[in-house]
């Protein structure tokens, strides 16, 4: 009978060990900042294995802005290689016949903004490209344009106007290529106010 209950008393205390054990290796809930940073750490070595984390968000930001230029949907957080860039990322990969890896790199980049002739999304013209990279530059400069659409709307030309007063220039009714190299080397200092 000593046995018994010996046996019985080390397997009770065996198991209120163990589940206390259990109850200390439950993990902490998560912040939500980790699970960004937890991205970040993934994309590094999809493409950027090495490369110093603020050069890695340049090329994600960069790599978006050509994205979005292209008619592909990247996403707005700037300098994150979430889900939704990396699926725009593979898209345009599968559009220009590259391998497809969802993944960011200076050659992706070099690709997007120099090959010829230009990838564009399904349904995306080139007038749609030169219109969102006009609003992208507005956009810059802190003119609200809306959403970077490539479509000439009302927002869109109330900030090209506003932008043309601002800076002096006389109003031009072309949405052209002379307005966007306007935007890209007028002074900067040349903002909404």
């Given at each position: 009978m000593l046995s018994y209950l010996?046996?019985?008393g080390a397997c009770a205390a065996a198991i209120c060990l163990l589940?206390?054990?259990?109850a200390l290796a439950r993990p902490a809930p998560v912040p939500l900042e980790e699970p960004l940073r937890a991205a970040v750490l993934q994309a590094k070595t999809c493409g950027?294995?090495?490369?110093?984390?603020g050069m890695f968000r340049a090329y994600?930001?960069?790599?978006?802005?050509?994205?979005?230029?292209?008619g592909y949907h990247p996403g707005h957080a700037a300098g994150i290689l979430d889900p939704q860039t990396r699926a725009a990322i593979r898209q345009y990969q599968k559009d220009?016949?590259?391998?497809v890896d969802g993944c960011v790199s200076k050659e992706l980049l070099d690709h997007l903004k120099f090959h010829t002739p230009k990838i564009y999304a399904a349904g995306v013209s080139p007038r749609d490209s030169l219109i969102?990279?006009?609003q992208q530059e507005l956009q810059k400069r802190g003119y609200a344009v809306g959403a970077i659409d490539g479509k000439a709307g009302p927002r869109t030309l109330g900030a090209?106007?506003?932008?043309?007063?601002d800076a002096g220039l006389l109003p031009d009714a072309a949405i052209d290529q002379a307005l966007l190299s306007r935007l890209r080397t007028t002074d900067p200092s040349i903002r909404a106010h």
């Amino acid at each position: 009978m000593l046995s018994y209950l010996s046996l019985a008393g080390a397997c009770a205390a065996a198991i209120c060990l163990l589940s206390s054990s259990h109850a200390l290796a439950r993990p902490a809930p998560v912040p939500l900042e980790e699970p960004l940073r937890a991205a970040v750490l993934q994309a590094k070595t999809c493409g950027a294995a090495g490369m110093p984390e603020g050069m890695f968000r340049a090329y994600v930001t960069g790599t978006k802005e050509e994205l979005q230029l292209h008619g592909y949907h990247p996403g707005h957080a700037a300098g994150i290689l979430d889900p939704q860039t990396r699926a725009a990322i593979r898209q345009y990969q599968k559009d220009a016949r590259l391998p497809v890896d969802g993944c960011v790199s200076k050659e992706l980049l070099d690709h997007l903004k120099f090959h010829t002739p230009k990838i564009y999304a399904a349904g995306v013209s080139p007038r749609d490209s030169l219109i969102a990279a006009i609003q992208q530059e507005l956009q810059k400069r802190g003119y609200a344009v809306g959403a970077i659409d490539g479509k000439a709307g009302p927002r869109t030309l109330g900030a090209i106007r506003q932008f043309e007063r601002d800076a002096g220039l006389l109003p031009d009714a072309a949405i052209d290529q002379a307005l966007l190299s306007r935007l890209r080397t007028t002074d900067p200092s040349i903002r909404a106010h």
